[in-house]
């Protein structure tokens, strides 16, 4: 069974720049996370999607970040326009929830961004 | 808000030690305590998980008892390998006032050496 893909792998762009991220959930999963990871530190939550709705967003800095999950499989993050601070880690992971249980979250290797 | 504390790291050890990571947490209410690794370039890996007190998550030798007394879920393993050298990190998840987002700790890096 494939696992949780992501792309690019690595990212290097100048400041100001926009950047997009892109996320192919396990198969039939339908809870999508995105999580930033600085340098050091555990991943935070973004954003989590339950199909193809938001449904915790509360620390996506909405100025700048944006997340789409059309048809509630596929997931793009997007920086415009990226900042120093946004090099980071961002990891995407996915689950299948039912019935209030909680399920293992599964996650990809993540996009590594550098902004200059 | 929940937190998750994670001993300071880094950790290095010899093959065959015995390892312990602590980790302490904050939460409201009844948590779902998890530990995560991660191998250089891979993902985040569930290493073992326990969702309520007194329980006992085990996986690969390692194992981790959800503690609510002391609010706590050490890592321990009694004879670590070369191939258990990773980022360990230590998580915790309240469905009831977060849903299942997870609140990870900042991570131990473990260094085992031949």
């Known amino acids: 069974e494939a ?3 992501q792309s690019p792998r690595y990212k290097i ?9 892109w996320c192919n959930p396990i198969s039939g999963h339908n809870t999508l996370y995105w999580y930033r990871q600085n340098l050091g530190q555990g991943p935070e939550l973004l954003i989590r999607y339950e199909n193809e709705e938001a449904v915790d967003d509360s620390q996506l800095p909405k100025d700048r970040f ?13 920086i ?26 599964y996650f ?8 200059l | 808000g929940d937190s998750v504390t994670q001993m300071e790291g880094p950790v290095t050890l010899s093959e065959e030690a015995f390892l312990t990571i602590n980790c302490t947490y904050t939460a409201t209410g009844y948590p779902s305590l998890f530990w ?9 890996q569930l290493l073992l998980k326990a969702t ?7 996986n690969k030798g390692f194992e981790a008892t959800y503690r609510k007394e002391t609010t706590s879920f050490h890592l321990e393993k009694g004879s670590v390998q070369v191939s258990d050298s990773a ?9 009831e006032t977060s849903g299942s987002r997870l609140t990870f700790g900042e991570g131990t890096q473990l260094t085992v050496n031949p």
Not at chain 1, 13 to 21: H, L, S, W
Not at chain 1, 66 to 77: F, I, M, P, W, Y
Not at chain 2, 36 to 44: D, F, K, R
Not at chain 2, 87 to 95: G, H, N, P, Q, T
């Open chain 2, 36 to 44: 995560y690794v991660q191998y250089p370039g891979e993902g985040l």
């Open chain 1, 108 to 115: 990809g290797p993540g996009t590594r961004l550098l902004v």
């Open chain 1, 13 to 21: 762009i100048e400041k100001k720049q926009p950047v997009a991220f």
């Open chain 1, 80 to 105: 415009q326009p990226a900042e120093l601070g946004d090099s980071a880690v961002y990891l995407c992971a996915s689950s299948l929830e039912m019935g209030g249980i909680l399920e293992t979250q």
């Open chain 1, 66 to 78: 944006s997340a789409e999950r059309l048809k509630g499989v596929d997931s793009t993050l997007k």
């Open chain 2, 87 to 95: 980022v360990y990190f230590c998580a915790l998840s309240e469905r």
């Open chain 1, 3 to 5: 696992g949780v893909v």
């Open chain 2, 52 to 58: 309520k007190a007194d329980d006992k998550g085990s």
